[in-house]
């Protein structure tokens, strides 16, 4: 048999497919053939399993080991491995985890892994230089209007119904998570890296609005624009400037542009 034909029948065995594999395996004791691709399809699923773990230690730590390796072992009979590298496993889970009884009746539990993959994208982003507040104060007032943001590429939003990230938080310190408890509004959040650190928090409802504004590419006219569906006319101006220049100094924009 030849090898890139016995790469894909070992490949089909290994995601449990009818496969002819086990005729190119020579019998040789003390193992039988089975055995011997057994201790291939345990390989591959152990593999995986610590993938997972790596990406989801907290969700790890909420479900404990059993349930874990439970939950490790259903996905990975659901979503097989379709990436060149393994860094990019998993991704799905937390909608699998939302749609799969009984964690669907947990909601917490798939937002706190989507919380931990965005975590883990949000590092492994590119890198870009951030603007810096003394290029966004030496503009001409009279530029502001148009002006419009590229932002860095590890800046991610989520939205949250639970305490998620406060679970987060005391599970990853090794702390006694609190009771999980739905929240009145979705909350949204700011996630973004910075010399090589992760950082994350929460906006008010008009802070989301702009952001989303300017990542859609419209100019600060058009955040104002946004700003006043939640604050007065009088207000918004300055409200709009105090965001750019939070986001300025969180190091989010990675540059400026002009509206044509």
Not at 28 to 37: D, F, M, N, V
Not at 156 to 175: D, G, M, P, Y
Not at 180 to 197: A, M, N, Y
Not at 229 to 246: F, K, N
Request: hydrophobic content about 45%; some cysteine; charged content about 25%.
């Amino acid at each position: 048999m030849q090898l890139a034909r016995l790469q894909r029948e070992l490949q089909r065995d290994l995601l449990g497919v009818e496969n002819a594999i086990a005729s190119a395996i020579v019998e040789a004791p003390p193992l039988a053939t089975e055995e011997r691709l057994a201790i291939y399809r345990h390989a591959y699923r152990a593999r995986l399993t610590e993938a997972l773990d790596d990406i989801y230690p907290v969700l790890h730590g909420l479900l404990g080991d059993e349930t874990f390796a439970a939950v490790a072992g259903m996905f990975i009979e659901a979503h097989p491995s379709v990436h060149r590298s393994i860094r990019w496993y998993g991704r799905e889970l937390a909608d699998f985890l939302a749609e799969r009884a009984p964690f669907a009746e947990q909601p917490i539990l798939s937002e706190v892994a989507r919380f931990e993959w965005t975590l883990s994208e949000v590092f492994d982003a590119p890198d870009s230089p951030s603007l810096d507040r003394a290029t966004l104060m030496g503009l001409d007032p009279q530029a502001w209007a148009g002006l419009e943001f590229r932002f860095h590429p590890s800046l991610r939003r989520l939205r949250f119904s639970w305490n998620t990230v406060t679970v987060w938080k005391a599970v990853s310190e090794s702390q006694d998570p609190p009771a999980p408890e739905s929240v009145r509004e979705p909350v949204p959040w700011l996630l973004w890296r910075r010399d090589l650190k992760n950082y994350f928090r929460s906006m008010d409802a008009p802070e989301d609005a702009a952001l989303e504004t300017a990542l859609g590419g419209q100019s600060f006219a058009s955040v104002c624009a946004r700003l006043t569906q939640y604050l007065s006319e009088e207000e918004t101006p300055l409200r709009a400037a105090a965001l750019v220049g939070t986001w300025t100094d969180s190091g989010i924009i990675a540059g400026i542009g002009r509206a044509s």
